[in-house]
């Protein structure tokens, strides 16, 4: 009996025993588990921003800088961020063909996965404004009357009140806003590129830029409807009567002329 009862297991052996292989197969799915999202996406973006800087290299440093930097020929990209990249880039302006007053907008010749690795590659370099989402720039949730009440108020005295762009000084001009991607235009008044002043969000909000994007949709969009006749460039009333002034004047002064002319010559005869 002594035997027997010396033999007899504490009765929290088999709790402790059972821990043990819970702890033992812990290790194991720690050991060999898949990486958590978390260190997925941490991969993906040291990968994309080595593959920036390859990019970089070859179609950016020449100008701005082994890194960054900047030179005499091309400013300092260090903290411009994302948002100043994908908009460059994204819409033709970088890589620069020659240097002038100003860029002009041509042919995209990176893909959106090239321009992705570039935008991840000079965000590395400082904090700046990032891309934003599809639904920060978004027209159906503007208010397209505080829109346009905005866009006159800080953007119609370059832009022409219905973004059809007009002459600065110098050479530079402020260009046309039709058909240009909701994306970009958000873009542009964050990092304020070229000759535009910046419009961050202490200035103007998220949903200030979201609103101003709404009215150039419905004045420019593909859905705009116009009521008929010339816009002459949609200058406004004052522009537009004053070309109706002088030509419509000048068209009844020449046809009076006419009718002079001809009255004069059929009392000679």
Request: aromatic residues 6%; contains cysteine.
């Amino acid at each position: 009996m002594k035997k027997l009862s010396a033999r007899r297991r504490h009765p929290l052996a088999a709790v402790v025993v059972l821990l043990l292989a819970l702890a033992a197969t812990g290790g194991l799915y720690a050991a060999f588990a898949p990486a958590s999202k978390a260190q997925a996406d941490d991969t993906a973006q040291s990968l994309a921003i080595d593959e920036g800087k390859k990019l970089y290299a070859v179609g950016c440093a020449s100008c701005h800088g082994t890194g960054g930097q900047g030179t005499s020929d091309g400013p300092s990209l260090v903290g411009v961020g994302a948002a100043a990249v994908d908009f460059q880039v994204g819409t033709g302006r970088m890589p620069a063909q020659q240097p002038g007053a100003q860029i002009p907008k041509k042919k995209v010749i990176y893909s959106q996965a090239e321009i992705d690795q570039l935008a991840a590659y000079i965000a590395s370099l400082g904090a700046g404004p990032s891309v934003p989402t599809k639904s920060q720039v978004d027209p159906a949730d503007g208010d397209i009357a505080k829109g346009g009440e905005l866009f006159r108020t800080n953007c119609a005295q370059c832009h022409n009140f219905i973004g059809k762009g007009g002459a600065l000084t110098h050479g530079k001009y402020a260009p046309s806003l039709e058909g240009v991607d909701p994306k970009h235009i958000y873009e542009a008044m964050q990092t304020g590129p070229q000759n535009m002043p910046s419009f961050p969000d202490t200035t103007l909000s998220e949903k200030n830029k979201k609103d101003i994007i709404a009215y150039l949709d419905a004045v420019n969009g593909d859905n705009t409807e116009n009521p008929g006749g010339l816009d002459l460039g949609g200058l406004g009333p004052v522009s537009e009567g004053l070309f109706g002034w002088i030509f419509g004047l000048g068209a009844l002064i020449a046809v009076a002329v006419w009718v002079a002319a001809r009255t004069a010559k059929a009392k000679k005869s």
